[in-house]
């Protein structure tokens, strides 16, 4: 996340006058506080998990996006590689979506292989050598972080993100496919913890001062009396 400080009560400017011959060289500013102005969406590689090569599972080491058709005609980009296919042979997500370019498992394919340079190749009965039946293009964006998050896993270009750049798997700075794997999340759990608690140390110190300094305003006053 991304934080602006807020508007800043000035009890002093800097450069006053402080005698007929002197200026203040600095001044008082009291600040009122943050707020957000970005969250970045951070695309760093998570650890890859070995899943079946007899399934449709892929995962991108390195940078890129799998194409996702979706129903209104537009196209989503993610990088959550658990495919499978429908019922009539097309490669698709969880939700049904296919996967671009369109390719189609002939019916009766033995077994199915994922090259790192996304060609699909199936064993078909009777034949002794795979057949090729397509291959899965990969996109990548001058500034992913400035996609549109849609929910499930998917994202829409935005003029922040720039165009789509679509290349051949391990080809212009592209990452390659590894069939038989999923993408882990990339959240470093043990770094995001240590985080959490030395805000959270901060939080109580801050609070802390804040009661000592009204405990010592309370004294003053009663001093007075």
Excluded: C
């Amino acid at each position: 996340a991304e934080f602006a400080d807020l508007m800043y009560q000035v009890m002093k400017y800097a450069g006053t006058s402080t005698s007929a011959t002197t200026l203040s060289p600095s001044g008082i500013e009291v600040g009122v506080g943050v707020r957000p102005t970005a969250v970045t969406k951070v695309f760093t590689e998570g650890n890859l998990k070995s899943t079946s090569t007899d399934g449709l599972d892929m995962a991108i080491a390195g940078n890129g996006f799998f194409q996702i058709q979706l129903p209104d005609g537009t196209i989503g980009y993610t990088r959550n590689g658990q495919f499978t296919k429908d019922n009539e042979g097309n490669i698709v997500n969880s939700d049904g979506y296919r996967l671009l370019p369109e390719m189609t498992i002939p019916e009766g394919a033995t077994a199915i292989n994922v090259a790192t340079d996304g060609t699909v190749s199936v064993m078909l009965p009777g034949e002794q050598q795979e057949t090729q039946i397509g291959q899965v293009e990969l996109v990548q964006f001058i500034n992913p972080a400035g996609l549109h998050s849609m929910g499930d896993n998917l994202y829409l270009e935005t003029g922040a993100s720039g165009a789509p750049v679509a290349g051949i798997a391990g080809q212009d700075g592209l990452g390659t496919i590894r069939h038989g794997f999923i993408e882990l999340s990339n959240v470093q759990l043990v770094e995001e913890m240590t985080d959490l608690i030395t805000g959270q140390r901060a939080y109580e110190a801050g609070s802390k001062a804040i009661t000592t300094s009204d405990d010592m305003l309370g004294i003053v006053n009663q001093l007075k009396r």
